[in-house]
T-cell receptor, first 114, second 113 residues
């Protein structure tokens, strides 16, 4: 079945380091792809999304490109800040409308140190 | 995007009792989704709730344990019945309003003692 696999954490980086969190998916169709962020003690927030191949989602300095050929949606940021410390979830939606639930990866915990 | 009001935000319950979680959306939506997030884990879909019909449950979740109501297009409840410590989790509701957009409630942190 459809699934999302993301790199194991925790990831610890120094402030201003480059961040990559890998995410790959399996799907029978053409899913939409998402990154969600969960800050300590808070709910889930949509970070960025991409709905078709070669789309690039971006927000708050984070980027991810929908790569159909490698079935990937890796999250990147050029220079992380302490405030980026959170858990990041990659997710896919099976269908092309909002009637389909999201399927989440296991989450990657990021700790950024000063 | 939609705004979801979810309550309670947290509760501590005795085993064997039940808790009902409410989600109110500020827009009319066809589908609402209920998830469980166990400590340190990812989100697992419990069920999909469509207004006017019975909820559709995922493997491992049953209606007797997690009854869901969906009386109208802006409201849903999830009940966690006959609770045990294994039910201690964060429960979240979610809606998809437009193509590819999903919003989540702030979650209900449940502790069963």
């Amino acid at each position: 079945g459809d699934s999302v696999t993301q790199m194991e954490g925790p990831v610890t980086l120094s402030e201003e380091a480059f961040l990559t969190i890998n995410c790959t998916y399996t799907a029978t169709g053409y899913p939409s792809l998402f990154w969600y962020v969960q800050y300590p003690g808070e709910g889930l927030q949509l970070l960025l999304k991409a709905t078709k191949a070669d789309d690039k989602g971006s927000n708050k300095g984070f980027e991810a490109t929908y790569r159909k050929e490698t079935t990937s949606f890796h999250l990147e940021k050029g220079s992380v800040q302490v405030s980026d410390s959170a858990v990041y979830f990659c997710a896919q939606s099976a269908g092309s409308n909002s009637g389909y639930a999201l399927n989440f990866g296991k989450g990657t915990s990021l700790l950024v140190t000063p | 995007s939609a705004v979801i009001s979810q309550k309670p935000s947290r509760d501590i319950c005795q085993r064997g009792t039940s808790l009902t979680i409410q989600c109110q959306v500020d827009s009319q939506v066809t589908m609402m989704f209920w998830y469980r997030q166990q400590p340190g884990q990812s989100l697992t879909l419990i069920a999909t709730a469509n207004q006017g019909s019975e909820a559709t449950y995922e493997s491992g979740f049953v209606i007797d344990k997690f009854p869901i109501s969906r009386p109208n297009l802006t409201f849903s409840t999830l009940t966690v019945s006959n609770m045990s410590p294994e039910d201690s989790s964060i429960y979240l509701c979610s809606v998809g309003l437009s193509n590819y957009g999903y919003t989540f409630g702030s979650g209900t942190r449940l502790t069963v003692v």
